[in-house]
């Protein structure tokens, strides 16, 4: 599987952005996905993740209520709306996928990951 993710950029705080993660390949709906970032100087952190199908959602305390995560099968795609955004979401975006799991907070249990694009909020 190969993930490219797009769609980020620059917003004031306060606005909204929505990355789009596209995967190759015929097995996507079989996959876990998630959405992970990582800062300057920090490690990756876990945002947001999402079942095969959909019906399980899970979010990091600090975004939940903000982001939501969605995915579309026929389109091979997973997305994450960010609504209000705030300087602290500024990262790099990473989507990955996992095989064969439930939904996962752990960086360890993805196997695929995306290149990455870049969220900057400013103040």
């Known amino acids: 599987v190969q993930l490219q993710a797009f769609g980020g950029g620059l917003v004031q705080a306060g606005g909204s952005l929505r990355l789009s993660c596209a995967a190759s390949?015929?097995?996507?709906?079989?996959?876990?996905m998630g959405w992970f970032r990582q800062a300057p100087g920090k490690e990756r952190e876990f945002v947001a993740a999402?079942?095969?199908?959909?019906?399980?959602?899970d979010y990091a305390d600090s975004v939940k209520g903000r982001f939501t995560i969605s995915r579309d099968n026929a389109k091979n795609t997973v997305y994450l709306q960010m609504n209000s955004l705030k300087p602290e979401d500024t990262a790099v975006y990473y989507c990955?996928?996992?095989?064969?799991?439930?939904?996962?907070?752990?960086?360890?249990?993805?196997?695929?990951w995306g290149q990455g694009t870049q969220v900057t909020v400013s103040s």
């Open positions: 990955a996928a996992g095989a064969s799991m439930g939904i996962s907070r752990r960086t360890s249990m993805y196997d695929y």
């Open positions: 390949g015929r097995t996507f709906s079989s996959y876990v």
């Open positions: 999402i079942s095969w199908n959909g019906g399980s959602t």
